[in-house]
């Protein structure tokens, strides 16, 4: 079965420094999708990054990127330069596969402060 | 930039009513989903359906649940008789456009079950 588990329920960092959220995960298949969510106090569900488990580079997205290990089965998500608007619970989620019609399994989150 | 929505926003319920959460997902998107997320708990998957049929459906995705695609532009979860335990947000979700590999998440519908 797949399981995410993200062990930091919070975190903190000072605003323009660089924060590492952690994410793990479990799963027998060779074909896997990893993806990195925001929801702010707001409530939406904010795509940010997507991870293939056959991508040989790490995946960035402006001042996101995952730090992929595949064979340690991590896929921390790093925020550089954090800003205010950071503030927000991150979720890490993991899809079977390479079909894009796979559901997502999301571990718990950790809800990151970012502090002025 | 297309968008995901869902009506409505807030539904308040009263146990054993039964409610319709409409969403209308990304318009060129071909999988549908449906998740919810208790307060303050991890987001969890209910059901997936592409091609006019459920591909997948958890546990939580029982005989009181249901989903449908009336037309061709709305996807909606119908609770048939509501439970305290009902009380989410629920998360409407699509994809599948060439290309992307991203569900796109609507805002929710948080419902409250009284």
């Known amino acids: 079965a797949q399981k995410i588990t993200q062990t930091q329920p919070g975190m903190f960092v000072q605003e323009k420094e660089a924060v590492t959220l952690d994410c793990t995960y479990d799963t027998s298949d060779p074909s896997y999708g990893l993806f990195w969510y925001k929801q702010p106090s707001s409530g939406e569900m904010i795509f940010l990054i997507y991870?293939?488990?056959?991508?040989?580079q790490n995946a960035t997205e402006g001042r996101y990127s995952l730090n992929f290990q595949k064979a340690r089965k991590s896929a921390n998500l790093v925020i550089s330069a954090s800003q205010l608007g950071d503030s927000a619970m991150y979720f890490c989620a993991m899809r079977k596969g390479n079909n894009q019609g796979g559901k997502l399994i999301f571990g718990q989150g950790t809800e990151l402060s970012v502090k002025p | 930039e297309p968008e995901v929505t869902q009506t409505p926003s807030h539904q308040v319920t009263q146990m054993g009513q039964e409610v319709i959460l409409r969403c209308v997902p990304i318009s060129n998107h071909l999988y549908f989903y449906w998740y919810r997320q208790i307060l303050g708990q991890k987001v969890e998957f209910l059901v997936s359906?592409?091609?006019?049929?459920?591909?997948?459906k958890s546990e939580i995705f029982d005989d009181q649940f249901s989903v449908e695609r009336p037309d061709g532009s709305n996807f909606t979860l119908k609770i048939r008789s509501t439970k305290l335990e009902d009380s989410a947000m629920y998360f409407c979700?699509?994809?599948?456009?060439?290309?992307?590999?991203?569900?796109?998440f609507g805002p929710g519908t948080r419902l409250t079950v009284l």
């Open positions: 359906f592409y091609n006019n049929e459920i591909s997948e």
């Open positions: 991870q293939g488990s056959y991508d040989q």
């Open positions: 979700a699509s994809s599948g456009a060439s290309g992307y590999n991203e569900q796109f």
